[in-house]
Structures are given as structure tokens and as C-alpha cells.
């Protein structure tokens, strides 16, 4: 969610999120997959809304949000909060971690700048 929410990843549905069962029958939670910028940088604002709701919101999620569903599933402030600092600055390496792996400089400055004047 978070992830999702701070990166602006509005393609999060269901099949994104996946269970693996070990050979013992004990579930576990996949390693994550398809995270990514998923903005239409060319779309209208309603049209990049979140597949999944927060709070019951798909757009102009808050912090609050977040950690009111987090605070539901019975985790702590805390460690919502410390998720979300961490998640933030992870997404701020951004530019730093594409130019690492060669994505043209055209979408390291088109996503980079997004993500640093979003509110999200």
C-alpha cells in the first residue's frame, strides 16, 4: 500500500499480489512483483487512479489514510509511520537507481520530476 500510494503505482489490482506454499503446506506472502510508475503522464488526473482503494479513496490518498487502514489490521503507529519514512526515501533514489540501470535520461527527469511535486 504504501509502496503503492508514495510511487504512484495506480496499477495495483488484485493479481499483483500473490501467496507461495512450501513443500510443508505453510503459506507465505510472494516476493513483490510489477511495482512500477504506472502514471499516464499524458492522461487526464481521473484517469490514474488507483486500482485498489485506500480508505475508500483512489486518489489524493494521505498519510492518514494509510495509516488509518494500517492501525485497522492491528500495526503499529510506529511502525507505519517508520514504513512510510522508509518507503519515501526509497523512492527519492529514484533518479539515482535509473541512471544505475540505463533508462533514458528523457524518463529519469519526466517520473523524477512527478514524483518530487506530488503530494502523494
Given at each position: 500500500?504504501?509502496?503503492?500510494?508514495?510511487?504512484?503505482?495506480?496499477?495495483?489490482?488484485?493479481?499483483?499480489?500473490?501467496?507461495?506454499?512450501?513443500?510443508?503446506?505453510?503459506?507465505?506472502?510472494?516476493?513483490?512483483?510489477?511495482?512500477?510508475?504506472?502514471?499516464?503522464?499524458?492522461?487526464?488526473?481521473?484517469?490514474?487512479?488507483?486500482?485498489?482503494?485506500?480508505?475508500?479513496?483512489?486518489?489524493?490518498?494521505?498519510?492518514?489514510?494509510?495509516?488509518?487502514?494500517?492501525?485497522?489490521?492491528?500495526?503499529?503507529?510506529g511502525?507505519?509511520?517508520?514504513?512510510?519514512?522508509?518507503?519515501r526515501?526509497?523512492?527519492?533514489?529514484?533518479?539515482?537507481?535509473?541512471?544505475?540501470?540505463?533508462?533514458?535520461?528523457?524518463?529519469?527527469?519526466?517520473?523524477?520530476?512527478?514524483?518530487?511535486?506530488?503530494?502523494?
Open positions: 500500500m504504501a509502496f503503492n500510494v508514495i510511487a504512484h503505482n495506480v496499477d495495483d489490482h488484485a493479481k499483483n499480489f500473490s501467496f507461495l506454499m512450501d513443500r510443508k503446506g505453510q503459506w507465505s506472502l510472494a516476493p513483490a512483483y510489477d511495482l512500477t510508475f504506472s502514471v499516464d503522464l499524458e492522461a487526464m488526473p481521473f484517469e490514474n487512479f488507483h486500482a485498489f482503494s485506500v480508505n475508500s479513496k483512489v486518489s489524493d490518498i494521505s498519510d492518514e489514510d494509510m495509516l488509518e487502514v494500517a492501525l485497522n489490521f492491528d500495526l503499529k503507529k511502525d507505519v509511520l517508520k514504513v512510510l519514512d522508509e518507503v526515501s526509497s523512492v527519492r533514489m529514484f533518479p539515482e537507481i535509473a541512471q544505475r540501470n540505463e533508462v533514458p535520461e528523457y524518463w529519469i527527469e519526466k517520473v523524477g520530476t512527478y514524483l518530487r511535486s506530488s503530494k502523494e
